[in-house]
């Protein structure tokens, strides 16, 4: 029997290894295979410009537009601000039990925050954020424990103070 695929869709550029460590991080954590898929959308039509950010919102039901029968999930890769109303930002979203999400690279780099560019520590929080939406879509919750991939993230230092991997609860809760 076949490993179920999961779709990542690089929606602008991404460094070739960062792409392939994300799916290897997604690979070893959900047990899945990983298909890269590049995408192609005029970005502009989903700028907010009172807010000078991108609707997380409407790229989400983009992302859930885009069917793959070959996939399980599929999760939009961008390199944008992302909003949505009732926050100022966020690093992705996902629909909760849902087949896609997305996560954005913008905000979990550290020139972001005035500090010196750490390319090991921007891979590492992007696949967190990217494991982390993908278990939105399996239907996992924000969790409690503070190691979790699955802790809620309000700041980048959230992020910092996480595992990749998910606690052995969540673990237990995602059925294929």
């Known amino acids: 029997m076949s490993l179920p695929n999961i779709t990542l869709i690089s929606f602008g550029y991404f460094e ?5 460590n994300t799916a290897e991080a997604v690979r070893n ?5 990983v ?14 410009q ?26 939009g890769l961008f390199n944008v601000d992302l909003f949505i109303p009732i926050l100022t930002f966020i690093f992705g ?19 972001r925050y005035g500090m010196p560019e750490d390319n090991q520590l921007l ?9 982390h939406e993908l278990g939105h879509t399996f239907g996992l919750i924000h969790c409690h424990n503070p190691t979790c991939v699955m ?7 959230d992020i910092d103070q996480k595992n990749q991997q998910l606690c052995p609860n ?6 294929f």
């Open 16 to 20: 070739k290894e960062l792409l392939e």
């Open 29 to 33: 954590e959900f047990h899945c295979s």
């Open 35 to 48: 298909i890269i898929r590049e995408g192609h959308i005029d970005l502009s039509d989903f700028f907010d």
């Open 50 to 75: 009172t807010r000078r950010q991108y609707n997380a919102n409407n790229l989400l039901k983009l992302v859930d537009s885009l069917h793959f029968p070959d996939s399980i999930k599929t999760l």
């Open 93 to 111: 979203q996902a629909f909760l039990g849902g087949r896609c999400g997305i996560a954005s690279l913008y905000r979990v780099s550290n020139e």
């Open 123 to 131: 891979l590492n929080r992007f696949k967190k954020e990217v494991i």
């Open 151 to 157: 802790r809620s993230s309000t700041y980048v230092e």
């Open 170 to 175: 969540c673990r237990a809760e995602i059925d």
